[in-house]
């Protein structure tokens, strides 16, 4: 059971650089999202996505890119990564939208030096 | 006002005690309620969805008050394996997932 798969787990990287995080579901589920989580902030939401072909903005959208072209996949990318984007990044996907039960991916541990 | 705020602890507790956590949300529309797990340097996972009569899952029990906007999570018996960050999480109508910053709890023998 794969469920939420994301990669990398851990990155660093340098000011400027741009990378993508990647995120696959094998749940069928349409809803799918990116949030980050920093010390005393909680979970914020990046980009979501409620299909393919549909993405929106979060609370926190700028700096990253999402694209949806297939159920499974949802990549974040970095377009020019800045020491504040330092963070733990989580995937997540719902069957629904909204959607009750969302499963997250275990994570992808950035640093932007 | 934030839009869900809780207790951010840390709680601790002895193993067999009891704890309580609140949650506030700001937003009257929220229609949807639970209570997420974080263990350390780990993903969040569902513990249990709260509905408005009250609901009971072994040791868990979780309560809804629409009316002062407050959802309640209950640990009875305490086991060390409780310890984690424990998240309150509304769903409001045509809206994503509102995290609170989580509530630690530290179960100690």
């Known amino acids: 059971n794969a469920g939420v798969t994301q990669t990398p787990k851990f990155q660093v990287l340098k000011t400027g650089q741009s990378m993508t995080l990647q995120c696959a579901q094998d749940m069928n589920h349409e809803y799918m999202s990116w949030y980050r989580q920093d010390p005393g902030m909680g979970l914020r939401l990046i980009h979501y996505?409620?299909?393919?072909?549909?993405?929106d903005q979060g609370e926190v959208p700028n700096g990253y890119n999402v694209s949806r072209s297939t159920t499974e996949d949802f990549p974040l990318r970095l377009l020019s990564a800045a020491p504040s984007q330092t963070s733990v990044y989580f995937c997540?996907?719902?069957?629904?939208?909204?959607?009750?039960?969302?499963?997250f991916g275990e994570g992808s541990w950035l640093t932007v030096v | 006002r934030k839009e869900v705020e809780q207790d951010p602890g840390p709680f601790n507790v002895p193993e067999g005690a009891t704890v309580a956590f609140n949650c506030t949300y700001s937003?009257?529309?929220?229609?949807?309620f639970f209570w997420y797990r974080q263990d350390c340097r780990k993903e969040p996972k569902l513990l249990m969805s709260?509905?408005?009569s009250g609901n009971e899952d072994g040791r868990f029990t979780a309560q809804l008050n629409r009316a002062s906007q407050y959802i309640s999570l209950l640990i009875r018996d305490s086991k060390l394996s409780d310890s984690a960050t424990y998240l309150c999480v509304v769903n409001q109508a045509g809206t994503a997932l509102i995290f609170g910053k989580g509530t630690t709890l530290s179960v100690s023998s």
């Open positions: 937003n009257s529309a929220s229609q949807s």
């Open positions: 709260v509905y408005s």
């Open positions: 997540a996907s719902s069957l629904t939208y909204p959607g009750n039960t969302i499963y």
């Open positions: 996505s409620v299909g393919a072909g549909i993405t």
